[in-house]
């Protein structure tokens, strides 16, 4: 893994980071950056391409972007050369959506939505991810605490990693809990990287290759409602499981991080810690569809208990009345199937496998084969309505199609108006 910066990322933190003092241009927005690589793919440009300045004209025109604006960021490289010394000096590397090591869970879980820079201290190799994402309560009572210790240990014993927010409470008692245990961490911080990388109590497993803390943060970042909020869906994504040890309902980032990761279509599957001294909001999130916590888990099958648990949880869900074409949405992944596919392909820790669970079409399905002339058909961008028209097809269907692809990141869906096109590699810039 390279330590320089591509020239990609190097025209995305131009475009999208904050360094310097100088504030005459505001960096773009997550949605803004969107949308400007909506723009690049129909062009057939990379970020970098940015970098020559007759492409800044065209992009302006293309997205709406104001033309000075984007001259004024993409004209702070010495400010950029400065800030990335400094970063890399206290042992912190940057990457972007078009780096290869970008952790692929992101851009499968949260696509558009995955942040365009991470900033890093430890291995890179960990963000492959997986393992128990275990959040909660800054305040947390003994009763959680004690709770939090034991799922971590449970972790590091299976050889799962853990995944938190670093902030005080449940998110630092389980990661140091797991280290102690000889586990692996992975810390994903809402403010201060480069401060918290340099304490005592997490030096030492950075060098061992232990401990893995990013940020989608400026590493001097302060703390903020919105940074934290931010944060919440990026711990979600990186794990194959979810742990809520205590939330308050309807307040806080644990609650909210939670009932927005269970409203997701394909969501990751959600534990939540039960009993009579837990918090309301706790029960509040199994009416969402939360798991409830099993009393006891046999350590030597730990893996294994979470994916059963989910599997029959989601088996034993309510489904929606079916329609005509009931057996294509069957054939769709299961939130449960999903995180199977992911520790099969990524988390190769575990020796267990359940092949009941693997995600795969069967190669008969309709949606197989109209695929390819769906495909062909978005070389440009196109309505649902032009392309039903096209393709002589009913547009309830089409648009199941057309929704089961956009999933799986073959089409790209453009707003405003609503068209679909061909995903091409260039995707995730």
Partial sequence: MQDFLTEDTNAIILLCGIFGKDRSAKPLSQKEYTALVHWLIKADMRP?????????????????????????LLGRGVQLGFAVEEWQRNGIWIISRSDADYPARYKKHLKDKAPPLLFGVGDRALLNGGGLGIVGSRNVDPEGEAFTRKAAELCAYAGMPVVSGGARGVDQISMTTALEAGGVTIGILAENLLKKSVERKYRHAIAQGKLLLISPYHPNARFTVGTAMGRNKLIYAMADYGLVVSAEYQKGGTWTGAQEELKRELCRPVFVRVGNNTPQ?????????????????????????????????????????????????????????????????ISKKSPVTTPEVKTKEPPASIYEAVLPVILKKLDRPMAAVELSETLNVNKAQLNTWLKKAVDENKVNKLTKPVRYQRAESGIWI
């Fill in 48 to 72: 970098r391409d940015l970098l020559q300045q007759e492409n800044i004209s065209k992009a302006s025109v293309g997205t709406g972007l104001d033309k000075q604006r984007l001259e004024l």
């Fill in 281 to 345: 909001g706790n029960s509040k999130l199994m009416n969402l569809g939360a798991i409830p916590w099993p009393e006891s888990i046999d350590r030597d099958h730990f893996r294994q208990a979470l994916t059963d648990l989910a599997v029959s949880t989601q088996k034993s869900r309510p489904q929606k009345e079916p329609d005509l074409f009931d057996f294509q949405a069957s054939q769709k992944a299961s939130p449960a199937k999903e995180q199977q596919s992911i520790n099969n392909d």
